[in-house]
């Protein structure tokens, strides 16, 4: 009998699944403080659904065996999406929902084989707003999302910012046939992929020059008016980043605006969000997201209503940049109530109920404990917070 789960599932101990739950209610606050009502899209899904009209890699899908085309959804906007154009067609516009689940993903492992990786998502969705009122909504909510998750200025918290559109005419000017591949390039940060391409050598210049162009939002858009000159789509995103400034300042979450920044999924058909930290080794990104108005089309929105942005959170990377390995949760650690005679069960019970009637986390230890110090002793090696001892 196999003793270890599948190959990238995993077992998750008591603390992991408490710290997983606090951090989804209060994000599922905020949503709710903001309007957000909370949908449970399903596990299993068409291939159809799930590859997104092609914005999924295939091989990005876990399939089923099943007579159907069917598999475990790699992430939670498609679904919604579908259900929002279907079975929740008739509610009024704005759709605002919000969702929390495991997503699966699949991919290749070191030795060539199938593997699973299974996460937790918590993250909305906004539907059915064209205009970019929409976009600083979302911007807005993942920051005040972000304040409720208690980062610290340790974290060095980086809320990226890049827009499919504005990317998409920077390179209009390249031939048909070669924008594909110098967006991939750019996005990749790939500066020999970008050598390698059959340009004129001042549209290289050009696209290692746009490759570098990432920082202050000020800056940067200055110096894409600069190669765009006036644009309607550059005012927008201009106008949304100056509303969300001065809450990312008061939060100390830095904003940086990469026009060459694209997200792992190919999902995105406007502005595209990512909120990176600082973990104990390397950079961690803890939200992403942006609009989807495309794939909302694919589903059967009408033109008018064919919208969609939204961000999903990463729950697991977040409870571990939090609460790194080794480190003492006071929150979530219960009181140890014991007791020296087996006669004083009964009053360690009712001492029991009281803790829990104040809210506060505690456990019995069910035996007769013959010394307060082997109690402490039991209650440390435990994890607990404290010692209620009865003799």
Not at 142 to 152: H, K, N, P, R, Y
Not at 272 to 283: I, R
């Amino acid at each position: 009998m196999a003793l270890q789960p599948a190959a990238g599932a995993r077992d998750l101990h008591p603390r992991q699944v408490d710290r997983n739950r606090q951090l989804c209610q209060r994000l599922a606050a905020v949503y709710r403080q903001w309007g957000y009502q909370e949908v449970a899209p399903p596990m299993v899904e068409r291939l159809d659904t799930l590859e997104a009209g092609g914005g999924i890699a295939e091989r990005e899908v876990m399939r089923l065996t099943a007579e159907e085309p069917l598999g475990l959804r790699p992430e939670l906007t498609a679904s919604i999406a579908r259900a929002a154009c279907t079975r929740l067609a008739d509610r009024p516009r704005p759709l605002r929902l919000w969702a929390e689940g495991s997503t699966f993903r699949s991919f290749t492992g070191d030795g060539g084989g199938q593997r699973l990786s299974e996460r937790l998502q918590s993250g909305v969705e906004l539907l059915g707003v064209r205009s970019a009122a929409a976009d600083a909504e979302l911007m807005a909510l993942l920051l005040a999302c972000s304040e409720t998750l208690g980062l610290q200025a340790s974290h060095q918290p980086r809320l990226l910012v890049g827009h499919h559109g504005v990317l998409s005419a920077l390179l209009d000017e390249l031939p048909a046939d070669q924008r594909s591949s110098a967006r991939q390039a750019l996005s990749g940060f790939d500066p020999l992929a970008i050598a390698r391409l059959p340009l004129a050598q001042a549209q290289i210049e050009r696209l290692q020059e746009l490759m570098r162009l990432r920082g202050a939002p000020a800056m940067v858009l200055s110096q894409l008016r600069r190669h765009l000159g006036e644009s309607p789509l550059i005012d927008e995103l201009a106008a949304a980043l100056e509303i969300v400034e001065p809450t990312a300042a008061r939060l100390g979450i830095g904003l940086q605006l990469d026009p060459s920044f694209q997200p792992h999924f190919d999902l995105y058909d406007g502005i595209v969000l990512k909120l990176v930290c600082l973990g104990a080794e390397a950079p961690v990104e803890i939200a992403s997201g942006g609009r989807y108005d495309a794939l909302v089309g694919r589903f059967g929105a009408a033109a008018s209503e064919a919208a969609g942005v939204g961000f999903g959170f990463s729950i697991e990377d977040i409870r571990d940049l939090l609460l790194r390995p080794g480190a003492r949760d006071p929150a979530g650690r219960p009181v140890l109530v014991a007791y020296g005679q087996g006669s004083n069960l009964a009053a360690a019970l009712e001492a029991l109920a009281g803790l829990h009637g104040q809210g506060q986390s505690a456990e019995l230890l069910p035996e007769a404990c013959p010394s307060r110090e082997e109690a402490e002793a039991t209650a440390q090696r435990r994890g607990c917070s404290a010692l209620e001892w009865l003799p």
